[in-house]
Structure formats: structure tokens, C-alpha cells
């Protein structure tokens, strides 16, 4: 059994290379070759927790079997933790042996920014210069990380509603990407006129205004995964001419933002267009010309995890890289 920290996956795996492998999860998923069942979520309320068990199997070339343990305890930031902790149990899918355990925190991170860096590469406008980033918590820099790697941006804003946090983190992504970082003390200086905006928070009403959306802005929503959470605001999601889900079935039964319009007959459900699979596929249109504006909501899959995690196996095995135990 191979044990793979952060530095190990950091050493051998970038965002590039899980970009890809998320698009081919996805296509994989659209075409019918995974089982996901719906994870498990178990509340934690004296901590104001969750803690989530996601299973998947990938029918492939290679076929991938595994499960994630996740956390998402935002008050962990008060601690100088991290808020989504993880642990990914990665198993031989022809024996069923556990293969490889692999640190699920940074994953969790990698694979979060990567459907989302997948996504912006498909829908954003390819002029795209001027990035928004809602929310500086624990998924932050892999967000911005993916979204530098879909379109060269030459200044991306980051809005927090604590402005010290989102200004420390402006100034050491700065120092590490060498892209300008703007830090912005409302939600509106940060969108208005940004051509790829990227909310990743744990709120419960949206995070911005439809209004201060541009033409042609490309949208992603990464951090509600629940009924009652919400981001994107709806007036934004009825405006778009395109709207694509990492899974159907996920986001249609987890992302608050995404239920409420259907739920107040604001929206019917044939305004929400497909899957990102079934885009990468070429099964379903995305952006048509650059007036459009277009969102991609990710709620997570273990198909996404699973499929990444044998990816980061396979290729720290070539490597030599992390620890076997016996």
C-alpha cells in the first residue's frame, strides 16, 4: 500500500494534469461508466460540522475504485486548521485490496479548483483578463490557481467579508503566481466588470448582485452544497443563456442556489442545460458568441476524487514517490 502526503501529489501532479483528468471523469460519468452513489452526510452540529463519505467506482481503461472522507468544520480557520479536511482510501479494483491512501485535504483542494478550471476553460470568453474571487477559506487558492491555468488573467480581485483575510491572502498569492491581486472591501468592487467570477463560501444568501454581472462574464458556483446555501443569485441564473452542472443529479439535490429557483417556479429545469461531461463530449452546446453569460455550479462527486486520486497513483508510482506499507 503506497502513503502519498501533500508533497508528494504537490511534487508529481499539477493543476493541469487534474484539469484533465476531471474532464475525463466527467465524460466518463455522462457516458454511463460510473457507480457514485450519493454520499453520506452526517451533521455535526455541536461543532457546526459536517462529515461526508463518498464512494465511487470508474469504469476506464484503468478501472478506479476508492472513497473520501471529508469534513468541511469552517471554524477550523479559527484554529489554524484547515476547514476541510480529508483522508482518500484509493483500492485494486480487481481485488478490492485498499491500494493507496493519499492526503484527501489537498485533493479535495486540487480537484475543486481543477472542475472548475475545467469548466472556465470550456465557457469563459478566451479574452477573459479580469478574475473575481468570492471567499479566501480553505478552497480559495486552488480555485485561483485553475482559474490562472484556464485563461492568462491579468488581475484577479478577492473579496472576503473579513478584508484583513482577504488581504493577506492578495498579497501571498501575488508573491506566488505573480498575477496583480487586488483585495476589494464589497462583493461589488470585486464582480463589476470581472470576466470570470468565482464564489466559493459556505453562505446562505448570494454573494453578489445579478446587476453588477457583465456581458459576457463566465460564473462558477463552488461553495454551497447544501438546500439552504446559496451563492449565485437567481436573477443571474434566469439571465444566463448557458448553465451547466458538474452532475445533474448532484446539484439537483444539494445546491440550495440551484433547487430554490426551481422550487419558487422562478426557473423550469430545462433551463439548466447539462453536464460538463456531456459538453466535453460535444453532447450539449456552451458559449455561443462573447455577449452570453454562462455559470457552471460544482456540488463535488467521488467520481471526481476517485478518478483523480488513481490519476496521482499511478503517476507518483513512475515516480518513486511516497511511502510503501506492508
Given at each position: ?29 455522462s ?19 459536517q ?29 489554524n ?6 483522508t ?10 485498499v ?91 470585486c ?39 446559496c ?46 461531461g ?35 497513483v499511478?503517476?507518483?508510482?513512475k ?8
Amino acid at each position: 500500500m503506497l502513503f502519498l502526503t501533500k508533497e508528494n501529489i504537490i511534487n508529481s501532479f499539477t493543476m493541469r494534469d487534474a484539469m484533465d483528468a476531471c474532464n475525463e471523469s466527467l465524460r466518463l460519468y455522462s457516458e454511463g461508466k460510473a457507480s457514485v452513489p450519493l454520499r453520506t452526510n452526517i451533521n455535526v452540529a455541536k461543532q457546526e460540522g459536517q462529515s461526508l463519505y463518498m464512494p465511487a467506482y470508474v469504469e476506464a481503461d484503468k478501472d478506479a475504485l476508492g472513497v473520501k472522507i471529508v469534513s468541511v468544520y469552517p471554524k477550523n480557520i479559527e484554529k489554524n486548521m484547515p476547514s476541510v479536511p480529508a483522508t482518500m482510501v484509493t483500492l485494486d479494483a480487481e481485488t478490492g485490496m485498499v491500494s493507496a491512501i493519499l492526503d484527501g485535504t489537498y485533493l479535495t483542494q486540487l480537484r475543486t479548483g481543477a472542475v472548475q478550471g475545467a469548466a472556465t476553460e470550456l465557457l469563459a470568453r478566451e479574452d477573459a483578463e479580469i478574475g473575481a474571487l468570492i471567499g479566501t477559506g480553505g478552497q480559495a487558492e486552488g480555485q485561483l490557481w485553475a482559474m490562472l491555468t484556464a485563461r492568462p488573467l491579468k488581475v484577479v480581485r478577492i473579496f472576503d467579508i473579513d478584508f484583513e483575510r482577504a488581504s493577506a491572502f492578495a498579497k501571498e498569492m501575488e508573491a506566488k503566481y505573480g498575477v496583480e491581486m487586488i483585495p476589494c472591501k464589497e462583493a461589488k468592487e470585486c464582480v463589476e466588470g470581472a470576466d470570470v467570477i468565482t464564489s466559493v463560501t459556505t453562505s446562505k444568501r448570494p454573494t453578489f448582485s445579478a446587476e453588477w454581472v457583465k456581458e459576457g462574464a463566465h460564473i462558477n458556483g463552488v461553495g454551497a452544497y447544501t438546500p439552504e446555501m446559496c451563492e449565485i443569485p437567481k436573477e443571474i441564473i434566469k439571465k444566463a443563456s448557458t448553465v451547466i452542472f458538474d452532475t445533474m443529479d448532484g446539484v439537483l439535490k444539494e445546491a440550495g442556489d440551484f433547487i430554490q429557483p426551481l422550487e419558487e417556479g422562478y426557473v423550469t429545469e430545462d433551463h439548466y442545460n447539462g453536464e460538463l461531461g456531456q459538453l466535453a463530449l460535444g453532447q450539449i452546446s456552451g458559449r455561443q458568441n462573447d455577449k452570453e453569460i454562462t455559470i457552471f455550479k460544482t456540488v463535488g462527486s467521488a467520481v471526481l476524487d476517485v478518478y483523480v486520486a488513481n490519476k496521482i497513483v499511478e503517476k507518483a508510482k513512475k515516480e518513486n514517490l511516497g511511502q510503501e506499507i506492508n
